[in-house]
């Protein structure tokens, strides 16, 4: 049985959770790969509406194994948070379990994250202040602790004191804060850990043996391809890689297991925080769509930037994750618009590019270059079927194939479950 990625295909917010949550039905096991609590899913079924940071999207489904991966970095407060609000909704967590390789967010990440973004100044990053960044700062430079290090109390001391002494000088000495008791962490994190234990385990072993078993797995994607450190608007990027390639290191698993890959757009664009947005509308438009769409932030509640379909990022984005399909959500925001646009190039210092730019820079002197297309003007949250679609709303999407390079297999017209509409086969 394949392995298949839900990926975010543009800045994030696409709707992966909704994609997620509606095909775990029919998987065995679900694996969040990368992130931490900077990402937010909003799912919406006949159990309710959630509002999910860590816990993967198929933990609805009642006989699926959720794993968090090895890539994601874990807030143990804000986990432990989020399995209490689901176990008093009624959601069975025992499924879920937590990879023992997976990083801690301690808490100098969280006063770091504040101090940095402060010292930029007008520079600010937009960064969540989740403590994601210096999270994963610290697993790059070797200072990381992981989920595992809170099983053995005696060890773990010793490597907090290490790491605290070095964090205490730089909140002390650089930014004039208050230095952290290693006492009250300690104490602290031994009570997440004693928490959290049942959930803990080595998931590269489970995730494989499942996959002997013939069983099907999807990987849940946090974030989108455009806010990659490697390939998105560097430096307005997230910390950790959203992309395919990601979901191999952040899931435990070789390239070659993974079978399909979806990426997942919005009918139109949407980004939080800061850095370059070619097709923004700063409109009576955007707030349009912000308002139909009630486009504000999962984990900040801040107003999202939204703005025109742009095609040129939507084919980078699928190249280099080698999309094998697409999903397009929130296809029902533009039902009440009269024409659409979608951006098929860029102009740049005079000149007419069809490539996405390394340089955030660059990207922000780019002009967009619009086709407009008719918009269909008619209600679509109660269709099923792709072929019920209007044609026009139809046609919209075969341009966006052509676009993308890509296939559309999905598309959506509302949150729920049942809002979504297989154009082919997905699974």
Excluded at 21 to 36: I, K, N, Y
Excluded at 328 to 340: E, F
Aim: with cysteine; hydrophobic share 40%; glycine share 12%.
């Amino acid at each position: 049985m394949p392995v298949v990625a839900i990926l975010g295909a543009q800045w994030g917010d696409e709707g992966k959770g909704k994609v997620v949550d509606m095909l775990a039905q029919r998987v065995s096991m679900v694996v969040r790969f990368s992130g931490g609590d900077n990402a937010g899913h909003t799912v919406s079924n006949p159990a309710g509406e959630f509002k999910l940071h860590l816990v993967p999207s198929g933990i609805f489904a009642p006989e699926v194994t959720c794993i968090i991966g090895n890539g994601v970095v874990i807030n143990p407060k804000v986990l432990i948070g989020e399995i209490d609000q689901l176990n008093q909704r009624g959601v069975d967590t025992s499924r879920l379990f937590i990879s023992d390789r997976a990083n801690l967010i301690m808490p100098y990440h969280l006063l770091l994250d504040g101090l940095e973004e402060e010292a930029r100044g007008g520079k600010a990053l937009g960064t969540t202040l989740k403590g994601v960044g210096p999270a994963f700062a610290d697993k790059t430079a070797r200072l990381g602790i992981r989920v595992g290090d809170l099983l053995d109390k005696e060890a773990f001391r010793e490597r907090l004191g290490a790491v605290l002494d070095h964090k205490n000088v730089i909140l002390t000495k650089v930014y004039g804060a208050k230095a952290l008791s290693l006492d009250e962490v300690y104490s602290q994190y031994c009570q997440y850990g004693e928490r959290l234990a049942p959930h803990i385990r080595e998931t590269v072993i489970m995730l494989h043996e499942a996959l002997d078993r013939g069983e099907m797995v999807l990987l849940e994607g946090a974030q989108g391809t455009l806010l990659d450190p490697d390939f998105g608007t560097y430096p307005y990027a997230t910390s950790s890689s959203p992309l395919a390639g990601g979901a191999c290191l952040g899931a435990g698993l070789g390239p070659n297991k993974i079978d399909r890959i979806f990426g997942v757009y919005k009918a139109y664009c949407t980004r939080v925080g800061g850095g370059p947005f070619p097709t923004e509308l700063k409109d009576e438009t955007g707030d349009l769509i912000r308002e139909r769409a009630h486009e504000y932030g999962t984990t900040t509640g801040r107003p999202r930037r939204c703005g025109w379909f742009d095609a040129v990022a939507a084919r980078f984005s699928s190249r280099v994750n080698g999309f094998t399909g697409a999903v397009v959500t929130r296809l029902d925001i533009l039902d009440v618009l009269p024409a659409l646009k979608v951006c098929v190039g860029y102009k740049l210092d005079g000149k007419n590019i069809d490539s996405f730019p390394a340089s955030a820079v660059a990207l922000a002197r780019c002009r967009p270059v619009y086709e407009e297309l008719p918009g269909w003007e008619t209600p679509t949250t109660e269709i099923r079927r792709y072929d019920q679609l209007p044609l026009k709303a139809r046609q919209y999407i075969a341009r966006l194939e052509e676009l993308i390079a890509c296939p559309v297999s999905l598309v959506c017209v509302g949150p729920e479950r049942a809002q979504a509409i297989e154009k082919t086969p997905i699974l």
